[in-house]
């Protein structure tokens, strides 16, 4: 998104964080992420075809978000999470972000970062949050993180999986240069 301040869709945010996805319509929502949305519009159009879908198909899609109830929401589902689910949830979050950083930084290349966009976890996590500079953006990104770990399906084996996948090209033998020496 180019701009995670813009006035629209901070007063759109603040409204589904008091009071969660009952106080702000879909067709809010979207306008306010279409006027950020800097990817392909396709991509917010096929999002969109979801949704549709699923309500005809009678499943809410938006009562499955993590911000259904809002912030009220996200603390009660904190406060009753089992200690050691939540421990697991944030170390696993914070594992997969500082692998996903390390591959960016240290073993970027065409292929690697072609393998990594091909997984639904690259839209799902990495674009959204993945990368969680040391800095308060980085503590909610890992914030976020957990509460996806938490509280939506599935969510949690697919970070899994994809933590195994960076793990895989992490430990790869990395190509050589022109000079014969390892990247």
């Not at 895989?168 to 990395?174: G, I, K, S």
Request: aromatic share 4%; charged share 20%; with cysteine.
């Amino acid at each position: 998104m180019s701009n995670p301040f813009d006035a629209t869709l901070i007063r759109v945010g603040a409204r589904l964080l008091t009071g969660g996805m009952a106080d702000v319509s879909p067709e809010e929502l979207t306008d306010a992420w279409r006027s950020v949305w800097t990817g392909p519009p396709e991509q917010l159009d096929r999002i969109i075809a979801t949704h549709l879908a699923a309500d005809k198909a009678g499943t809410d899609l938006r009562a499955l978000s993590p911000l259904a109830h809002g912030l009220p929401g996200l603390v009660r589902a904190f406060e009753q999470a089992d200690a050691h689910l939540l421990c697991e949830a944030v170390h696993a979050c914070i594992k997969a972000s500082s692998t996903l950083m390390k591959l960016l930084m240290e073993r970027a290349d065409a292929e690697m970062l072609a393998e990594l966009m091909t997984d639904r976890m690259w839209e799902q996590w990495v674009r959204a949050g993945g990368i969680a500079p040391v800095s308060r953006l980085g503590e909610a990104a890992i914030t976020m993180s957990t509460v996806q770990y938490l509280l939506v399906p599935d969510w949690a084996e697919d970070l899994h999986r994809y933590q195994d996948r960076m793990d895989r090209l992490l430990a790869a033998p990395t190509a050589p240069t022109p000079d014969g020496c390892p990247v």
